[in-house]
């Protein structure tokens, strides 16, 4: 990709550069100096601007850039996005021809490895995984003294941290060999401790692993059994498979940017993934669908959707599952997911609320407010319906967030630790507090 030199909001009179080069042209009119950065993927490096001083004490400029809504942090090959055009990729493969193709630990690898697994690479990453799907003991005891009540991320995020101390050799992150065992421990053990979460919280006996069965079927039955017998249902598995897919990965998210952002520290990963769960669980991240099942009880039957959405242009609340910071167009996600829902309804009855949404969905994309803001279905407006038809409590659904996002975080994390360019992540700050000021001694305080 090529940069010119762009001058944003030129009026068309302006007289145009005289020669264009991947450069940007800068006056600062504090001192009448100008300097020129070098442009490269449509970007300038933020530490070029500390050349514009307006004297030797200076700091130097800086970009103010909260949320980092404008900020590239770092540069990756693993997922790619195209908000206006509704585009998600992973390692260059539309995520339509995985989500219909691949499994969702052939999606792993490629997320990993950078290219598809041949069945050799594959079968030999399925049996490592297989191997290591057991916890230490004491990690159950340590589940178990969570409150019966505990919510399962919170239980996940304990118990994924607390993994880190059972395995202190998880913190020499520089050897390749390393960091390959920890990918395979946690991608192993996150399901078997998010099974344990989802038991406990029903009282029930933790399920331990079945090694004869697949990822997803070991997964599911280690929530599902009970006596030992949990009969399949093949269907609602690769559903919830394909649902793991869609969420492996996406970009530089809360979450992901949570665990480069610990894992920048040199942490081992198991505290940094810690962190991304903690991200995660916030209800402006992972928890949207729950919002979506509220909402539609709120709404209760069709006839009332015209209400509610004339509530939601007046600015009373908001279509929870529309809208997205980076999608302008339809999520390719939802997309696939209102498909899935066809299949899981087809096994597990209709559910009256998917009715309500459909009807929502159709009126709101009629609607002249949420066309002119591009407001479309998210990834979110379909799937808390369809994991609530699975059989999921709603306080669960984060918790498959997680465990299908957890790729994508490791991908990202070992990225973040091979990049060169990369440091330990430390935001500055515009410092807007008081001056130097002399202590108070207590006598003398109001
Ligand atoms: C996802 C979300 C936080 C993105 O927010 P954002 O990029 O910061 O967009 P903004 O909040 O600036 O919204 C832009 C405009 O669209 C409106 N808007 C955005 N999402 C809306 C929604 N779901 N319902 C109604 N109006 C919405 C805003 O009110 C704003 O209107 P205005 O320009 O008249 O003020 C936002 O769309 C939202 O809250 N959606 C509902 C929650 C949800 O589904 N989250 C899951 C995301 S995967």
């Not at 070029?48 to 949320?67: C, H, N, V, W």
């Not at 017998?229 to 690769?238: D, M, Y």
């Not at 069709?302 to 339809?330: D, S």
Request: with cysteine.
């Amino acid at each position: 990709m090529t940069d010119t030199l762009t001058l944003p909001d030129r009026p068309a009179s302006a007289t145009p550069p005289k020669t264009m080069a991947d450069t940007l042209s800068v006056t600062d009119n504090r001192t009448g100096k100008s300097y020129e950065f070098p442009i490269a993927d449509g970007t300038i490096k933020a530490t070029d601007l500390r050349q514009i001083k307006t004297s030797d004490e200076d700091f130097g400029l800086m970009t103010y850039d909260p949320a980092f809504m404008n900020t590239a942090s770092c540069r990756s090959a693993i997922t790619f996005i195209d908000g206006d055009k509704g585009i998600l990729r992973y390692r260059g493969y539309p995520i339509e021809q995985l989500a219909e193709q691949a499994s969702f630990l052939e999606v792993a690898y490629l997320l990993f490895e950078g290219e598809l697994p041949s069945q050799a690479q594959l079968d030999k990453w399925t049996a490592d995984i297989r191997y290591h799907t057991y916890v230490h003991t004491n990690v159950i005891k340590f589940l178990e003294g969570f409150r019966y009540d505990a919510h399962p991320m919170g239980m996940l995020l304990g118990a994924v941290g607390a993994l880190s101390t059972f395995y202190p050799d998880a913190k020499h992150i520089d050897d390749p060999a390393n960091r390959y065992v920890q990918k395979v421990r946690l991608m192993a053990k996150l399901p078997t401790l998010a099974a344990f979460a989802f038991r406990h919280n029903r009282g029930l006996p933790y399920e331990f692993p079945r090694n004869d069965l697949d990822y997803i079927g070991n997964y599911v039955n280690m929530m599902f059994s009970i006596g030992g017998k949990h009969e399949p249902n093949k269907v609602l598995q690769r559903a919830l498979e394909i649902l793991l897919i869609l969420h492996a990965d996406h970009e530089q998210n809360c979450s992901t940017s949570a665990v480069r952002s610990v894992g920048s520290s040199h942490v081992d990963p198991f505290s940094a993934v810690s962190a991304g769960i903690a991200a995660l669980y916030g209800p402006l991240h992972g928890g949207a669908n729950e919002a979506v099942l509220l909402m539609l009880d709120e709404i209760g039957e069709k006839k009332n959707i015209p209400a509610f959405i004339e509530k939601v242009k007046a600015g009373t609340g908001r279509l929870m599952g529309f809208g997205h910071r980076v999608y302008k167009n339809y999520d390719p996600r939802a997309k696939l997911i209102k498909r899935i829902a066809d299949d899981v309804f087809g096994q597990t009855g209709m559910n009256p609320k998917l009715e309500i949404a459909l009807e929502l969905e159709r009126i709101a994309l009629e609607d002249e407010y949420f066309i002119k803001r591009k407001l479309y279905p998210n990834v979110d407006f379909y799937s808390g319906l369809i994991y609530q038809a699975m059989g999921y409590p709603t306080d669960y659904f984060t918790v498959l967030f997680a465990v299908g996002r957890l790729p994508g975080w490791l991908a990202q994390w070992e990225e973040m630790l091979k990049d060169k360019d990369q440091k330990i992540a430390r935001p500055r700050q515009i410092y807007t507090g008081y001056d130097e000021r002399p202590f108070v001694p207590m006598k003398n305080r109001k």
